[in-house]
């Protein structure tokens, strides 16, 4: 999909609070992860970021696909947790 992930461990210092988002790094997209977050954050946005894309030609697991589904639906300020619910393992 041409986006680079990176999970990583994010600064956290007085007066500075990074989190996870995406983002263009020279010009280049790149989704970070906070690896402190939780597994199902981390998960949720990769599905918000994944949603807005046209995934027709690439491979993707039927949960994987049923978690896209769902954020497509979802209301724009609705948040995620509201309204998506990951099954015991997800392949993504």
Do not use: N, W
């Given at each position: 999909?041409?986006?680079?992930?990176?999970?990583?461990?994010?600064?956290?210092?007085?007066?500075?609070?990074?989190?996870?988002?995406?983002?263009?790094?020279?010009?280049?997209?790149?989704?970070?992860?906070?690896?402190?977050?939780?597994?199902?954050?981390?998960?949720?946005?990769?599905?918000?970021?994944?949603?807005?894309?046209?995934?027709?030609?690439?491979?993707?697991s039927?949960?994987?696909?049923?978690?896209?589904d769902?954020?497509?639906?979802?209301?724009?300020?609705?948040?995620?947790?509201?309204?998506?619910?990951?099954?015991?393992?997800?392949?993504?």
């Amino acid at each position: 999909m041409g986006i680079q992930v990176r999970r990583e461990k994010l600064l956290r210092e007085a007066g500075y609070h990074a989190r996870s988002g995406f983002c263009r790094v020279e010009g280049r997209p790149v989704l970070f992860l906070d690896s402190e977050s939780a597994g199902e954050a981390r998960i949720e946005l990769l599905v918000d970021v994944l949603a807005d894309r046209d995934l027709s030609a690439a491979e993707v697991s039927d949960e994987a696909r049923e978690l896209l589904d769902k954020a497509r639906r979802r209301p724009v300020d609705a948040p995620a947790s509201e309204t998506v619910s990951f099954p015991d393992s997800t392949a993504v």
